[in-house]
C-alpha cells in the first residue's frame, strides 16, 4: 500500500477556486486525485481547473450554491456521472461578516450559518450513498482557530466553526461502520482574501499574529496540501473524528 498515493480517487472541494480551498485541492491533485472544483465563481472555478490540469489530472467545475440542498445533491450527482466515483469530499466553502455581536441582522447570522455548516451538512449527506457503494471515503471539513478560541468580531461564524467540528465527530461515529473517515482541519492565520479583510478591518490583527505565532508567519494556502493528502488517503484509515490545527503553532502557544 502507498499511503499518499491517490491515483484513481476522485475528490470534491467546495471553495475549491482560491485560497486553502485551492491549496488542498493542488495537494489531492499533485497526489493523482482527480478534482471537483466546486464555487459560485465561473471564471474563478476555471481559473483554478487550469492551474490543476498542469497537474496531470482530470478537472471539472461546478458553479454551485451549497447553501441549498439541492444543489448539493446536484454535485453529488454530476461528480458522480463525471468522474465515476467520489472518494473525497472538502468542505471548505464559508464566508465571514466582522461585527460586534449586537450589530448583526438576523438576514446575516442566517447567511453565515447556511454557507458555513449547512452547506457542510447537506454536502456530506449528498456524497454518503456513493462513498458508502464504493466501499468508504474520506470527508474533509475546514474548520478555523474560531472553533477553539472566542472573538468579539466574530459570533456567527464562531458558531459556525465550533459547530462543524462537533458535528464532524457526530459524522465519523455514524459513519465509521461505512469505513467512511471523517475530519476537521483547523486552519491558523492564513494569507487569504478573507484574512487580508480582517487584517483591514481588525486593527493591530497582523503583528498580534506574528507576535503569537511560534514559526512567525501567516500561513500559505499551499500550507495545507500536505494535510489534505494524508486525510485523503489510506494514511488516515484509522484516523476518524479528530480536528487537527494547521496553525504554526498558534494554538499551543501559551
Known amino acids: 500500500m502507498t499511503l499518499f498515493d491517490l491515483k484513481g480517487r476522485v475528490a470534491i472541494v467546495t471553495g475549491g477556486n482560491g485560497g486553502i480551498g485551492l491549496g488542498m ?19 474563478k472555478n476555471k481559473e483554478a481547473a487550469k492551474e490543476l490540469e498542469k497537474l496531470g489530472v482530470a478537472v471539472s467545475t461546478q458553479v454551485v450554491d451549497v447553501a441549498k440542498e439541492a444543489g448539493c445533491r446536484k454535485m453529488a450527482e454530476e461528480a458522480r456521472k463525471a468522474h465515476g466515483r467520489i472518494d473525497i469530499l472538502v468542505n471548505n466553502a464559508g464566508t465571514n461578516i466582522r461585527k460586534q455581536p449586537q450589530e448583526y441582522t438576523d438576514e446575516e447570522w442566517h447567511l453565515l450559518i447556511d454557507t458555513n455548516l449547512t452547506s457542510a451538512f447537506h454536502c456530506s449527506r449528498a456524497v454518503y450513498e456513493t462513498m458508502k457503494a464504493g466501499g468508504g471515503g474520506k470527508i474533509i471539513n475546514i474548520g478555523s482557530m474560531m472553533s477553539i478560541f472566542g472573538a ?19 459524522f465519523a461515529c455514524a459513519w465509521a461502520k461505512d469505513n467512511i473517515q471523517v475530519n476537521a482541519v483547523l486552519p491558523g492565520w492564513i494569507d487569504t482574501d478573507l484574512t487580508r479583510k480582517a487584517r483591514e478591518q481588525v486593527g493591530g490583527l497582523h503583528e498580534r499574529v506574528l507576535a503569537r505565532t511560534p514559526a512567525g508567519r501567516w500561513g500559505t494556502p499551499d500550507d495545507h496540501a500536505g494535510i489534505a493528502v494524508f486525510l485523503g488517503g489510506p494514511g488516515s484509515d484509522f484516523v476518524t473524528g479528530t480536528a487537527i490545527p494547521v496553525d504554526g503553532g498558534y494554538s499551543v502557544q501559551g
Not at 27 to 35: H, S
Open 25 to 43: 485541492a493542488k495537494g489531492l491533485a499533485g497526489a493523482g486525485a482527480a478534482v471537483v472544483v466546486v464555487g459560485r465563481n465561473d471564471k
Open 152 to 170: 468579539s468580531f466574530t459570533a456567527p461564524y464562531a458558531a459556525t466553526k465550533g459547530g462543524m467540528v462537533q458535528m464532524t465527530r457526530a
